[in-house]
């Protein structure tokens, strides 16, 4: 398990939650935090907040705070607002899954490789920013990397399940 490092600053910023998933290559959730568990409705909830931003009627939505740090083997390690951030890539990904299907690849591409993956540059292998904890990781990196059919998700646990109702 990373340690975090002991003299670390503390400092505050407000940024875009895009610039934050842009700008970090991998972003991981420590083996301590709880497991996702967002039901349908906080994500229906965090739809109802978000989704005047997509039509247009307004220009930004707070999140919440998001706390990181930075480990001694120089990971970032989501502390909290996991739940969010999780969520967030969900959604981002069930957007751009959207785009693919309606043939629009670049702009599809647009969000898969700033902020939801990022590609080896040898092999082209797309491994997801945001690591989940354990219990959820494998599911999780498997929408991400849009990997995941209606016959797979029919064999998911209960638990997998809250992870795709994105």
């Given at each position: 398990?990373?340690?975090?490092?002991?003299t670390?600053?503390?400092?505050?910023?407000?940024?875009p939650?895009?610039?934050?998933?842009?700008?970090?290559?991998?972003?991981?959730?420590?083996?301590?935090q709880?497991?996702?568990?967002?039901?349908?409705i906080?994500?229906?909830?965090f739809?109802?907040?978000?989704?005047?931003?997509?039509?247009?009627s307004?220009?930004?939505?707070?999140?919440?705070?998001?706390?990181?740090?930075?480990?001694?083997?120089?990971?970032?390690?989501?502390?909290?607002?996991?739940?969010?951030?999780?969520?967030?890539?969900?959604?981002?990904?069930?957007?751009?899954?959207?785009?693919?299907?309606?043939?629009?690849?670049?702009?599809?591409?647009?969000?898969?490789?700033?902020?939801?993956?990022?590609?080896?540059?040898?092999?082209?292998d797309?491994?997801?920013?945001?690591?989940?904890?354990?219990?959820?990781?494998?599911?999780?990196?498997?929408?991400?990397?849009?990997?995941?059919?209606?016959?797979?998700?029919?064999?998911?646990t209960?638990?997998?399940?809250?992870?795709?109702?994105?």
């Open positions: 398990m990373s340690q975090p490092t002991p670390a600053p503390i400092s505050a910023q407000q940024r939650i895009g610039r934050i998933l842009a700008e970090w290559a991998k972003l991981r959730v420590p083996t301590y709880r497991d996702y568990s967002w039901t349908a906080q994500i229906n909830e739809w109802e907040d978000i989704a005047p931003i997509l039509d247009g307004r220009d930004s939505y707070f999140l919440g705070p998001l706390v990181f740090i930075k480990t001694t083997e120089g990971e970032i390690e989501v502390v909290d607002g996991q739940q969010r951030l999780a969520c967030a890539s969900l959604l981002l990904a069930a957007i751009r899954d959207t785009l693919k299907e309606a043939n629009e690849i670049d702009r599809s591409n647009l969000i898969d490789q700033p902020f939801l993956c990022r590609r080896d540059f040898r092999s082209l797309a491994s997801p920013k945001l690591i989940m904890n354990e219990n959820d990781n494998a599911i999780y990196a498997r929408i991400i990397q849009s990997s995941v059919n209606l016959e797979e998700m029919r064999k998911f209960q638990d997998q399940k809250s992870l795709l109702s994105h």
